[in-house]
T-cell receptor
Framework: GAVVSQHPSWVICKSGTSVKIECRSLDFQATTMFWYRQFPKQSLMLMATSNEGSKATYEQGVEKDKFLINHASLTLSTLTVTSAHPEDSSFYIC??????????????FGSGTRLTVV | QKEVEQNSGPLSVPEGAIASLNCTYSDRGSQSFFWYRQYSGKSPELIMSIYSNGDKEDGRFTAQLNKASQYVSLLIRDSQPSDSATYLCAVSRANFGNEKLTFGTGTRLTIIP
């Protein structure tokens, strides 16, 4: 089946530093990647939609200068949390839709990255 | 009103019984409906997708959709302890393409041995 590989699976960083999270589609081309954030005991909140070769579309309330998204190829999208602060500590998950399986299939999720800012 | 609403639970069901999970949505333009299972600390995994009114069965799982009532449900038959997880309902406005998913807050299901 379609696999989205996400790295790192967990990261601890100091306040003020930047962290990059990568998502790769391993056996399909993902023209669009979705980035979610999930706080403890809450649901997934869409942060932005990443489109290959163009600027990402951010959801209302998400700072585009803080959460930098790059989708330079059909198999790789990255999310960089810049100047991270403790309130950015969360579970970040990427997702893509596998269009080659036909339009009526669900979205495949990466394994997630647990970010802890200390 | 939330776009996608679920009872947060926890929902406790004896092993072997039927677990019934419900979801309502507010956007009448919604076309695609999904149920995801999420274990603690893990990312969601797709259980079922449904696009047309009625029932769709896959093994022990049955998804039900009623667009007129803006209601979608998931039934789990012969519940197993491994079914204990949070179940997320998600909807999309598109049948195809790369339209975003909107998630409910999830229902925490516990199967009691």
């Amino acid at each position: 089946g379609a696999v989205v590989s996400q790295h790192p699976s967990w990261v601890i960083c100091k306040s003020g530093t930047s962290v990059k999270i990568e998502c790769r589609s391993l056996d399909f081309q993902a023209t669009t990647m979705f980035w979610y954030r999930q706080f403890p005991k809450q649901s997934l909140m869409l942060m932005a939609t990443s489109n290959e070769g163009s600027k990402a579309t951010y959801e209302q309330g998400v700072e585009k200068d803080k959460f930098l998204i790059n989708h330079a190829s059909l198999t790789l999208s990255t999310l960089t949390v810049t100047s991270a602060h403790p309130e950015d500590s969360s579970f970040y998950i990427c997702s893509a839709r596998v269009s080659r399986q036909g339009p009526r299939h669900g979205y495949t999720f990466g394994s997630g990255t647990r970010l802890t800012v200390v | 009103q939330k776009e996608v609403e679920q009872n947060s639970g926890p929902l406790s069901v004896p092993e072997g019984a039927i677990a019934s999970l419900n979801c309502t949505y507010s956007d009448r333009g919604s076309q695609s409906f999904f149920w995801y299972r999420q274990y603690s600390g893990k990312s969601p995994e797709l259980i079922m997708s449904i696009y047309s009114n009625g029932d769709k069965e896959d093994g022990r799982f049955t998804a039900q959709l009623n667009k007129a009532s803006q209601y979608v449900s998931l039934l789990i038959r012969d519940s197993q302890p491994s079914d204990s997880a949070t179940y997320l309902c998600a909807v999309s406005r598109a049948n195809f393409g790369n339209e975003k998913l909107t998630f409910g807050t999830g229902t925490r299901l516990t199967i009691i041995p």
